[in-house]
């Protein structure tokens, strides 16, 4: 009876905990039916995502042209691997439409992609063992050209697919880089997965990130187990909204000729550092703009100087701040051009050091103010701070002048320069542009008064932004004046006191003498602090030589700032030598290429050749015509028809400029010699893919003349740097120009 009782008493606390299980879960079905959720977790909203495919539609980022309408700036398009594994995907398929042996696909594959078969076997491999629906393949998988994408497709290997995705590319290479800047891939974790933008790391690819970059679309559907769409899908499309587009006031063909001279003077004199600034005086805007050391935006590896030194770098500018000494004492009524001063050393007091004249403070006697502004006199300079303007009087004109504040250009990184005026010998010596540090920029600024009537104007490099879809116009930027330091008429004198230093007897800038325009401008030889202090380095090389200046000087056109820091010079050249050569040849083909008028002698008619129409033209008629202007032409390939070029019809083309053209049936040239923005233009035209090696000139090319090409194509090619330059490329040497000593500033 007692067992009995126990099997009862066991029996009914059984019953209980069924009875209470079977109502906890009873209710707990009844609360999810009733309210559709888990844990916080709508039923319908994760069925809904669990059969619902999206994909992400990318957007085009804008393109960036010069103010021509030349693409500095592209998506190009490119593919994405990846591999199915799941064999679900391939249920009622006659064949297999995932991958099933990871090897036999590794080894199709590895010979197409230039890798070992391992790479690809081990993530496939991989992901087949741990029941992976799909996996893909790191950066061996991406940018892929399409010319490989169809190889691999042409092969049919099971599971294998690609989705495409655009790569920012520059077709000019190095070019204008530290405005243009660079974008590169980044991958964002989402809900939908990864999602793969082009984004700006620096330049206006940076800056202007938000208005290039658009908005990405996306499509959704509902589907079945095996990703199959539905009857009734439930299909979503939001389409994609491309970004703007940019217009530079940049101009592509006076950009290339600044990029090839910098770098003819760059290989031959291998100095620390160079700048060009080339603006309109009288709008404002940016023409080119380059640096050494610089480096090609679609390979920005290794790069030593990522910062745009014209506008970020403030340093001791030397005596181009002249220009500025001399229109404040003239702006203020103090200024006898023809009044005598002795030359060579200036002590105002026993408490200041002395100031030296860059020939080793010899001087020239006796002279006038305007022979001490022609030879670029440091003690003419110091007496007209000292003697005839007060100094806070100079120091007004220098915050006139905007030596204190940004320029405001619209480019990142802008720095401003410092005025040191705590002490009478930082005084006298920011008179000839020592002890003070601006800008290439707030220098280029405050000389566009002497320009434009006194008034200054300030610097731009964007032109207007363009809704890319529609072609209509958003913004335009327009000349802004920002500040009138000086008149017209001190601006009038200021002009020909710079034109005397070119052409005057006595001038330092001589060796920047144009054939065909009359030049103004002010040289700099700017000494360098030393690093471990006391005082500046000391030796011929170690200056920063530099030179503002404008032509056609009485109604300037352009004008240029260039610098280059310590070069390595002949015993017979000087700081100018380097210079000149870069100042000469853009601004001489510069004014030709703008139909700027000769002052001087009547000018080669460059200006007159003009690009034929070719494209869908004869080959044969188009090089007999070619032949007949006496272009320089180059012909891809032995098609009878010409379906493209380098340079479009209608525009001028510059002396010795290169025309590319390329024919129905385009083969691989010999592009030995060949630099490596002609190069970057010749796989523009034929969508090469293009790796590169070295610097200089194209001395090894990894396909063979005469080889067929197709878009897609991989060239790689090996460069090297010339062992000299011939010696028309070398300016005629500076006159008057000597070594200064400590303190002191030519």
Known sequence: MKKHRTTHFMSSIYM?????????????????????????????????????????????????????????????????????????????????????NAQETAEKLAPLLDVEEEEIQKPLQNGIDNNRFQVEFGQIGKQISKQTKDEIEDLNIPGIKFEEEPMRYYPNGMFASHIIGFAREEEKETDEGIEHNITGVTGMEDVMNDILGGKDGYISYQRDIYNKKLLDPSEVIQLPEDGDDIYLTIDQKIQTLLEDVMTQADEKY?????????????????????????????????????YNDPISTPFEPGSTMKIFTWAAAIEEG???GSEGFKSGTYQPNEKIRPIGDHNNGEGWGTISYDEG???????????????????????EYLQAFGFEEPTGIDLPGEAVGKISYNWPSDKLRTAFGQSSTVTPIQQMKAASAIVNGGKMVKP??????????SGDTISETEQEYVGQPISEETAEQMKELMSSVVNGEHGTGK?????????????????????NGGGYLQGKENYVFSFLGMAPIDDPQLMVYVSIQQPELEPDESG???????????????????????????????NQMEMPEVVNESTSEVENEMSE????????????????????????VLPNEKVILVTDEPTMPDIKGWSLREVMILANLLDLQVESFGSGYVTTQNIDVGNPLRSGDYLGVELEEPNSTSENEEPQEEENEEETGEGESE
């Open 16 to 100: 209980i905990i069924f009875v209470a299980l079977f109502l906890i879960i009873t209710g707990r079905f009844m609360y999810i039916q009733a309210t559709g959720e888990v844990s916080g977790v709508s039923l319908d909203e994760w069925a809904d995502k669990q059969r619902t495919a999206s994909y992400t539609m990318n957007s085009e980022r804008g393109k960036i042209y010069d103010k021509n309408g030349m693409v500095l700036a592209y998506d190009r398009p490119t593919y994405r691997m990846y591999a199915i594994l799941d064999e679900a995907y391939s249920e009622n398929a006659e064949e297999p439409l995932h991958v099933s």
């Open 270 to 306: 291998n100095p620390t550092k160079m700048n060009a600034i080339i603006m309109d005086p009288k709008s404002g805007e940016i023409v080119a703009m380059s640096s050494r050391p610089s480096y090609d935006p679609n390979n920005p590896t290794d790069v030593e100087n990522w």
């Open 334 to 336: 103090v200024y006898n």
């Open 373 to 395: 502004f022609e030879r670029s006199s440091n003690v003419a300079a110091s007496k007209l701070l000292w003697e005839k303007l007060d100094t806070e009087s100079y120091y």
């Open 460 to 469: 731009y490099v964007v032109d207007k932004v363009v809704d890319s879809s």
């Open 511 to 531: 060796p920047y003498q144009l054939e065909d325009y009359m030049v103004g401008g002010k040289t700099g030889t700017a000494e360098i602090p030393n690093p």
């Open 576 to 606: 100018s030598t380097p210079l000149s050569f870069i100042f000469k040849n853009v601004v001489e083909n510069s004014l030709h290429y703008m139909d700027i008028n000769p002052e001087k002698n009547e000018a080669p008619d460059i």
């Open 629 to 652: 202007i006496g272009l320089n032409t180059v012909v891809i390939g032995e098609g009878s028809k010409i379906l493209a070029s380098s340079i479009e019809a209608g525009s001028s």
